[in-house]
T-cell receptor, first 114, second 116 residues
Framework: AQSVTQPDIHITVSEGASLELRCNYS??????LFWYVQSPGQGLQLLLK??????LVQGIKGFEAEFKRSQSSFNLRKPSVHWSDAAEYFC????????????FGSGTRLQVQP | GAVVSQHPSWVICKSGTSVKIECRSL??????MFWYRQFPKQSLMLMAT?????????EQGVEKDKFLINHASLTLSTLTVTSAHPEDSSFYIC????????????FGPGTRLTVL
């Protein structure tokens, strides 16, 4: 069974500081990995995804993530955080299975201090 | 492209009534739609997978008679919460898959259900 772990429930960073949100996954084959952002009361917005190829993927809003198979990780990074980045971030894994649904991590809430 | 809408965006109903939530793919045909549920400050949990023209597949622990799913066309899936109770209050999010076999899903904006 596939699973996703986001070890950090809540992270606070200062505006302008760098950010790294951790994501570890468990999946028996090559995973498809996603990062989504959710503002309060809103739906999900896809930040970036990894299917294959270059393990460093670029997304929207200046985010990037690196797939590390040896560590089963797909951490999200941003070099300089903006106040508008404050939101909930979800890592998700999907795969070439019959269900083809996504399994989400528990989320990391990002707070940005001025 | 790949826009998914949900209607209503929020709904308040009395206990015992039924509520229907619509999920539409606006600019593409979706052979499969997924329904997720999100409790406050928690993650999304898959409730069911809805395939056009066939019965939905429910996740373990989800009551199929309570959460009726209909996927009558390639652009519309509906979730009906029957005899709603306060514990059904939640944020319901649908997603749609563009192509059969594709993993990427596009999410709707969600529907906030409050049962009094």
């Amino acid at each position: 069974a596939q699973s996703v772990t986001q070890p950090d429930i809540h992270i606070t960073v200062s505006e302008g500081a760098s950010l790294e949100l951790r994501c570890n996954y468990s999946y028996g084959a090559t995973p498809y990995l996603f990062w989504y952002v959710q503002s309060p009361g809103q739906g999900l917005q896809l930040l970036l995804k990894y299917f294959s190829g270059d393990t460093l993927v670029q997304g929207i809003k200046g985010f990037e993530a690196e797939f590390k198979r040896s560590q089963s990780s797909f951490n999200l990074r941003k070099p300089s955080v903006h106040w508008s980045d404050a939101a909930e971030y979800f890592c998700a894994v999907g795969g070439d299975t019959g269900r083809r649904a996504l399994t989400f991590g528990s989320g990391t809430r990002l707070q940005v201090q001025p | 492209g790949a826009v998914v809408s949900q209607h209503p965006s929020w709904v308040i109903c009395k206990s015992g009534t039924s509520v229907k939530i619509e999920c539409r793919s606006l600019d593409f045909q979706a052979t499969t739609m997924f329904w997720y549920r999100q409790f406050p400050k928690q993650s999304l949990m898959l409730m069911a997978t809805s395939n056009e023209g066939s019965k939905a597949t429910y996740e373990q622990g989800v009551e199929k008679d309570k959460f009726l799913i209909n996927h009558a066309s390639l652009t519309l899936s509906t979730l009906t919460v029957t005899s709603a109770h306060p514990e059904d209050s939640s944020f319901y999010i649908c997603s749609a898959r563009v192509l059969a076999g594709a993993t990427e899903q596009f999410f709707g904006p969600g529907t906030r259900l409050t049962v009094l």
